[in-house]
C-alpha cells in the first residue's frame, strides 16, 4: 500500500520559514519524481516544485528563489523549505509521487501565512 504522509504545516507570520516533508512508503522511492502542489481556498491545485528522480529541481515562478525542494532517498523523504512566506503561499500543499504513468498523492498539510 503506497503512502505519502506529509508534516510541517502550520501557522506562520510573513516573511517567515517552514520546512514540508514528505515521508513515502509502499514505492521504490529512488525511480520516483516527486513534488508539491498548492491549492487555495476558491482555487485550482497548482504545481509549486518538482524534483526528478535524479535530483533536478523546477520550480513555480511564484515561488523559485524563496523554495527549495530536496529529497533524501535513504529516508524516502521530499522536503519543502519555505522561506519569506506570503500571505498568498497561504494553501493546502499536497505531496505527489510521479513515476510513468502513475501518481500518487499525500492528504494534504495546511500552511498558513498571517499576522
Known amino acids: 500500500q503506497v503512502q505519502l504522509v506529509e508534516s510541517g504545516g502550520g501557522l506562520v507570520q510573513p516573511g517567515g520559514s517552514l520546512r514540508l516533508s514528505c515521508a513515502a512508503s509502499?514505492?521504490?522511492?529512488?525511480?520516483?519524481?516527486m513534488g508539491w502542489y498548492h491549492q487555495a481556498p476558491g482555487k485550482q491545485r497548482e504545481l509549486v516544485a518538482h524534483?526528478?528522480?535524479?535530483?533536478?529541481?523546477n520550480y513555480a515562478d511564484s515561488v523559485r528563489g524563496r523554495f527549495t525542494i530536496s529529497r533524501d532517498n535513504a529516508k524516502n523523504t521530499v522536503y519543502l523549505q519555505m522561506n519569506s512566506l506570503k500571505p498568498e503561499d497561504t494553501a493546502v500543499y499536497y505531496c505527489?509521487?510521479?513515476?510513468?504513468?502513475?501518481?500518487?498523492w499525500g492528504q494534504g498539510t495546511q500552511v498558513t501565512v498571517s499576522s
Open positions: 524534483i526528478t528522480s535524479g535530483g533536478r529541481p
Open positions: 509502499g514505492i521504490i522511492f529512488d525511480v520516483y519524481a
Open positions: 505527489y509521487a510521479r513515476h510513468n504513468w502513475y501518481t500518487y
